[in-house]
């Protein structure tokens, strides 16, 4: 069973449109984070849910909004994407906040054209 | 700003021999430590952590962490092709509006040669 699980695992779209990746995870856990990856490997936080409460909010453009309708479940939606946008998002999961492990999904790699 | 600094290699030693992995943080109020694998395509994996000063040692992995110094690093012993990765450092913060956040570094590529 895969622990923590993303919809779409690619996701190829035009600038303007609205999208949302899906992230779910079945370990049982509290906290709930998503990470954008950029060209350069550089992984950055964006937004971290403990039960559904938003914990961390980084400065992220507020065309992103993440959802978290249960602890399990933490989604992303992205309007209006821009090239910028292009990267890879991580959704990973924690059954504390407080630095410990945390373990990632596989990863959406977003293509905006 | 909380930065953590790495060298970006690409790091190349031969099979068999140590790899070293170094990183430097600039927050001093950083408490938790983490180095992450990720191979291409593939995501990060959690290796080794470590929240007190001194050595680490998990298999043919060691964490090193200087908190004086704000340095963390990782040794690979007995290289093996498999080892070939990105090498993410990671430093966690339990204190005010970062609780529970990581900063990662920029990664370091690693290439074991046979």
């Known amino acids: 069973d895969t622990a923590v699980s993303q919809t779409p695992k690619y996701l190829v779209t035009q600038m303007g449109n609205d999208k949302s990746i899906k992230c779910e995870q079945n370990?049982?856990?509290?906290?709930m984070y998503w990470y954008k990856q950029d060209s350069k490997k550089f992984l950055k936080i964006m937004f971290s849910?403990?039960?559904?409460?938003?914990?961390i909010n980084e400065t992220v453009p507020n065309r992103f909004s993440p959802k978290s309708p249960d602890k399990a479940h933490l989604n992303l939606h992205i309007n209006s994407l821009e090239l910028g946008d292009s990267a890879v998002y991580f959704c990973a999961s924690s059954p504390i906040l407080k630095g410990d492990t945390q373990y990632f999904g596989p990863g959406t790699r977003l293509t905006v054209l | 700003q909380k930065e953590v600094e790495q060298n970006s290699g690409p790091l190349s030693v031969p099979e068999g021999a140590i790899a070293s992995l170094n990183c430097t943080y600039s927050d001093r109020g950083s408490q938790s430590f983490f180095w992450y694998r990720q191979y291409s395509g593939k995501s990060p994996e959690l290796i080794m952590s470590i929240y007190s000063n001194g050595d680490k040692e998990d298999g043919r992995f060691t964490a090193q962490l200087n908190k004086a110094s704000q340095y963390v690093s990782l040794l690979i012993r007995d290289s093996q092709p498999s080892d070939s990765a990105t090498y993410l450092c990671?430093?966690?913060?339990?204190?005010?509006?970062?609780?529970?956040?990581?900063?990662f570094g920029q990664g370091t590529i690693l290439t074991v040669h046979p």
């Open positions: 849910y403990n039960n559904k409460e938003l914990i």
């Open positions: 990671a430093v966690g913060y339990a204190g005010g509006t970062s609780y529970g956040k990581l900063t």
């Open positions: 370990l049982g856990h509290d906290t």
